[in-house]
DNA sequence: AATCCCTCCAACCGCCAATCC
DNA sequence: GGGATTGGCGGTTGGAGGGAT
């Protein structure tokens, strides 16, 4: 196996893309979609083989990737992921808009194990070295210290084990309290907040979504295991989990048609009846349009007055609640950052923050994202106005 | 300037599971 | 039912680029 069998049946090219492969292929996916990928080498006149072009795609062509270097936020987002997930790269890879799978893969391997590592803590096991290295007597304290920090504060993650897709959660080597991050000392030694809003402005650049998502999806989508796997409560931030057990919290709903063009659409149920469309699920799929009745987020992104951008919502509970309360997500802020405080005082003593600070700090990171997301977008521009001047 | 070394990341490989025929 | 095909995932690799010597 590896090759698939088209890849045999003719010289294939492989290596890096030329420019002029990218263009081919980006025109024939935004013109017909992919539909079948070993059918879109010969459609599209490329000599690779399907399996090169989906990759192509998804980890480089495809429009709504974000690009660009991760942002702290991100790097905290995946490290908790991961311990809670382990090397699933595309589940982790589903809760980042924008982020691709072998992105996050490569960033773990070439900078986030290193940067645990000099932390002192183990990148498998997310938890301290001293304690991974040392013998059995140490994981009863290692229970106990897990014990406590869960009961200080809202970091135990609910996991969602009966996912048959899932599987049980288990970290190699764990212990078997690991279900538990401490994130005190994964996520904040560098002073950086667990949970920050991601400004995903990348995602503006998908001005029109049904241009690059037409294609018809030969196969259903399995929403039931696609949101068991990756329910919000199984994997957002532990705050974030603990506010959506809250009474504020919502369960999605999915109805989809098996038309030709799917359709879907995310409904939280609350008193309101606005409707959410799915996370990074939908932007993962392979086609999708807008329910009527659904808010079009690229309307709401249009709205000058709407800062908040529609990846922000699927991605932070707290300005989904506040869309749906109708209120101000700075309340909001307020008790995220009340809780944390809370946290912190409970359980370190050493870790006292000055929340003042911490704002500028994260107003300061914004600006240069901000920045750094108009050079991207910019760049990005550029490589498709390269490819598609003419259209 | 030349060479070596290291890092990063795009792309490939091998495997598995689902689907097709 | 079973082999062939396909899509998808995670691990690995090779090479480009940059810094150090």
Not at 62 to 71: A, N
Not at 342 to 371: H, I, L, P
Request: hydrophobic share 30%.
């Amino acid at each position: 196996m590896g090759r698939h069998s088209c890849c045999y049946k003719q010289k294939l090219r492989k290596g890096l893309w030329s420019p002029e492969e990218d263009e081919k292929l980006l025109r024939h996916i935004t013109k017909y979609g992919h539909g079948c990928w070993s059918s879109v080498p010969k459609q599209a006149g490329l000599q690779r083989c399907g399996k090169s072009c989906r990759l192509r795609w998804i980890n480089y062509l495809r429009p709504d990737l974000k690009r660009g270097t991760f942002s702290q936020e991100e790097e905290n987002l995946i490290i908790e992921l991961h311990a809670v997930l382990g090397n699933r790269w595309s589940q982790i890879a589903a809760q980042m808009p924008g982020r691709t799978d072998n992105e996050i893969k490569n960033l773990w391997n070439s900078c986030l194990k290193k940067k645990l590592r000099q932390r002192g803590i183990d990148p498998v096991t997310h938890k301290p070295l001293s304690e991974v290295e040392g013998g059995e007597d140490k994981k009863i304290q290692q229970s106990t210290n897990s014990l406590d920090m869960a009961s200080g504060a809202s970091t135990e993650l609910n996991l969602n084990t009966d996912d048959p897709k899932l599987g049980p959660v288990s970290m190699e080597g764990s212990s078997p309290c690991s279900n538990t991050i401490d994130s005190s000392k994964d996520l904040f030694m560098d002073g950086q907040f667990p949970i920050q809003q991601l400004n995903y402005t990348s995602n503006a650049r998908l001005s029109n979504p049904s241009l690059w998502f037409t294609q018809t999806s030969n196969r259903g989508l399995d929403i039931d295991s696609e949101f068991s796997a990756c329910s919000m409560s199984t994997l957002l931030p532990p705050l974030t989990t603990s506010f959506l057990s809250s009474p504020m919290a919502f369960k999605p709903s999915l109805t989809v048609s098996s038309d030709s063009h799917s359709m879907a659409s995310f409904t939280p149920h609350s008193s309101s009846s606005t409707e959410l469309q799915s996370g990074s699920s939908f932007f993962e799929s392979n086609s999708y349009s807008w329910e009527k009745e659904a808010p079009n987020p690229i309307h709401l992104m249009e709205h000058q007055g709407e800062e908040i951008r529609w990846p922000e919502y699927l991605n932070n509970p707290l300005l989904m609640a506040a869309a749906l309360q109708n209120q101000t997500t700075q309340s909001l802020c307020n008790i995220e950052i009340k809780l944390e405080t809370d946290f912190f005082t409970n359980s370190s003593s050493n870790t006292m923050w000055s929340f003042n600070q911490q704002q500028q700090q994260q107003q300061q990171q914004q600006q240069q994202e901000a920045v750094q997301n108009s050079d991207l977008c910019a760049k990005d521009i550029q490589r498709l106005t390269a490819a598609y001047g003419h259209i």
